[in-house]
């Protein structure tokens, strides 16, 4: 059968996906990958990645979301031909190169990201309300409750999850869209528009293809839509819907970005834009002044909110599809009662991330976006390996969604994600620290791996599991 370009989905019956729960709707799965993709620290990188480069950091987005379409691809192609397993890493991977690199890339991908990445956004949030509320609220209590109150609802089942998404992922978007139109389409006075005076409006950058060092920075951005996978169960028609959900989702992101940060291009100095910690509040004030304090706490909250909900909703489900493997322990399959949650994984997912946050500096907050995003790399390269081998080892297994051009995007991908993990540290003073962190977190999982894998399975390492 002939793939087609724009989504690649076979004429294939509808994959069984009957549930006593109320499948999650195509809203609802927007609202999950652009939830988990736009967070504060994407906020920022945009308006600096514009404030560098000014249109050749378009170009870099641009590029940045061809490297995501190839990693949709991959993860649509991989999700669909085992449905049943709750769209985990874990599985593909087994089935394609083994269990230990199929626990390694889980928690490395995800469970570390998790670790590092939540947490950083919960220093933000409270770096955010200590910024708009000075001497009001208590240091890092809030985001906290946030954390905690996000977990006991998210046990409660996907029915509560997917109105509290909604509600935050679509609030993110109005407040968002509603701050980039009136920077864009408003006219600042004389001394702003001085002051924003000097953005590179130049298409050098583009012409002698010196965009591409840019796209390192604009990849954060279009990382995480892959979310959706693990709520594959709960979603009707996921052959269709799946696949639509994350080139929608990366296209909508891609827009929201670019009329963002030409909109902060007309109020914001290039000085904000590259030292600011939270560029995106000097912009909500620089438009709409003390008013636009509960625009800005809508848009840090939401965007936060919207992340740690989807994560929560999302991780606890790759480790109870591990469970089922045997790839850990037991206990994290475990299902609550009423809900049919993965209550278990959900309070350790919590914790693990409550760690880091309560222990970290705000200062080392970039060490942690940095060394999340890295970790986080490893899992898509891991995916693309997949598909490929997969391709050769399994070929009579049905894909409703083949990827388009076969292997050109995996080959694009796996080229792409080794360029933005050789070039993610800002500063080479800081990529000795960064590689030496995740190095360390990365060593520590490889180990339990090996021991698991070999004393707990008792399988080999690299010992592909290609039953069907």
Same mark, same amino acid.
């Not at 968002?176 to 001394?191: F, K, M, Q, R, Y």
């Given at each position: ?123 933000? =949030?409270? /770096?955010?309300?200590?910024?708009? !509320?000075? &001497? %009001?609220?208590?240091?890092?209590? *809030?985001? #906290?409750?946030? +954390? ?46 001085? =002051?924003? /005076?000097?953005?590179?409006?130049? !298409?050098? &950058? %583009?012409?002698?293809?010196?965009? *591409?060092? #840019?796209?390192? +920075? ?251």
């Amino acid at each position: 059968m002939v793939d087609t370009v724009t989504t690649g989905l076979e004429d294939s019956k509808p994959l069984d996906c009957s549930s006593a729960k109320p499948p999650i709707g195509f809203r609802t799965m927007i609202a999950i990958c652009v939830g988990c993709v736009v967070v504060q620290g994407a906020m920022a990188s945009a308006l600096l990645g514009f404030g560098i480069g000014g249109l050749s950091f378009i170009a870099a987005m641009a590029l940045a979301l061809v490297f995501a379409f190839c990693n949709a691809m991959s993860f649509s192609e991989l999700s669909l031909m085992y449905p049943s397993s709750s769209g985990t890493l874990a599985t593909y991977t087994q089935k394609a190169i083994g269990h230990f690199p199929a626990i390694v890339s889980v928690f490395a991908g995800y469970v570390v990201v998790a670790m590092f990445g939540l947490s950083a956004e919960l220093i933000l =949030v409270d /770096a955010l309300l200590q910024t708009l !509320f000075p &001497g %009001i609220l208590p240091e890092r209590v *809030i985001p #906290l409750v946030l +954390l905690l109150g996000l977990a006991t609802l998210n046990i409660l089942g996907t029915d509560v999850f997917a109105k509290l998404q909604n509600l935050f992922t679509f609030a993110m978007i109005a407040a968002i869209l509603l701050v980039g139109a009136t920077a864009l389409l408003d006219t600042p006075n004389a001394t702003v528009s001085q =002051v924003a /005076a000097g953005m590179n409006w130049g !298409f050098d &950058g %583009i012409t002698d293809g010196s965009f *591409i060092a #840019l796209t390192a +920075l604009a990849m954060w951005m279009f990382v995480g839509c892959e979310f959706i996978c693990p709520m594959i169960k709960d979603i009707r028609q996921p052959e269709r819907r799946v696949p639509r959900a994350m080139f929608l989702s990366l296209i909508i992101i891609f827009v929201l970005f670019v009329l963002f940060c030409l909109g902060a291009s007309r109020y914001l100095s290039l000085d904000i834009m590259t030292t600011s910690p939270l560029p995106y509040l000097d912009l909500v004030d620089g438009v709409f002044g003390k008013a636009g304090l509960v625009i800005a706490t809508v848009m840090g909250l939401t965007a936060t909110c919207s992340t740690v909900n989807t994560v929560l909703a999302s991780v606890p489900r790759m480790l109870s599809g591990m469970a089922e493997n045997g790839q850990v322990f037991s206990i994290m399959g475990k299902m609550h009662s009423r809900f049919d949650t993965p209550w278990i994984g959900i309070i350790f997912l919590a914790f693990v991330v409550a760690i880091p946050f309560l222990l970290v500096k705000p200062d080392h907050i970039i060490l942690l976006l940095i060394g999340a995003s890295t970790s986080w790399i490893l899992a898509y390269i891991v995916a693309h390996i997949n598909v490929i081998v997969l391709r050769v080892r399994s070929p009579s297994v049905k894909r409703p969604y083949r990827t388009p051009l076969y292997p050109i995007p995996q080959i694009i991908g796996i080229l792409g994600m080794g360029y933005i993990a050789m070039n993610a540290s800002p500063a080479p003073e800081m990529t000795t620290t960064v590689y030496t962190l995740l190095g360390a977190v990365l060593g520590t999982v490889s180990v339990i791996a090996i021991f698991w894998v070999k004393l707990k399975m008792k399988k080999g390492l690299f010992e592909a599991d290609l039953t069907d």
